[in-house]
């Protein structure tokens, strides 16, 4: 989830909060109610400021490591919109760490700069036989 920083701000606390809240609703909705003390602990430790506790995730992101996002954030998001709940958190969390993404991007973006020749002319045979068609 989201590690608190030295300087955390009562915005960002708030939204931690919210994150966890999101989190213990899908679960419970489907039928894993978690132990408040638990919760409590979650809580304490994503909202505490010098925390050291990190993720998985974070030490990935940290190494530009591949990461779960997908598989995790993504998950909770879908589990959280099979029961109808609402999920901003898990939203905003899942579409900013689309960076998962930039490996299979940067692919496509090499291959592109490879090929673009081959492109650029069934580009130009495909829009010469459109003018042909027009004509």
């Known amino acids: 989830m989201i590690q608190a920083h030295p300087g955390i701000s009562a915005g960002a606390a708030s939204l931690e909060n919210q994150l966890v809240d999101e989190c213990v609703s899908a679960a419970t909705a489907a039928g894993h109610p978690l132990d408040d003390g638990e919760v409590a602990k979650v809580r304490a430790y994503v909202s505490q400021a ?37 999920a901003p958190i ?11 993404l930039q490996g299979p991007f940067s692919t496509l973006f090499d291959w592109t700069v490879e090929n673009i020749d081959v492109i650029q002319n069934c580009q130009r045979s495909y829009d010469a ?5 027009a004509a």
């Open 129 to 133: 036989r459109e003018d042909q068609i």
């Open 50 to 86: 010098g925390s050291t506790i990190t993720t998985s995730m974070l030490r990935e992101i940290e190494n530009d490591s591949p990461i779960e996002a997908d598989q995790i954030i993504g998950d909770m998001m879908r589990r959280a919109s099979s029961f109808s709940l609402p």
């Open 90 to 100: 898990l939203s905003m969390v899942h579409a900013h760490l689309g960076r998962s």
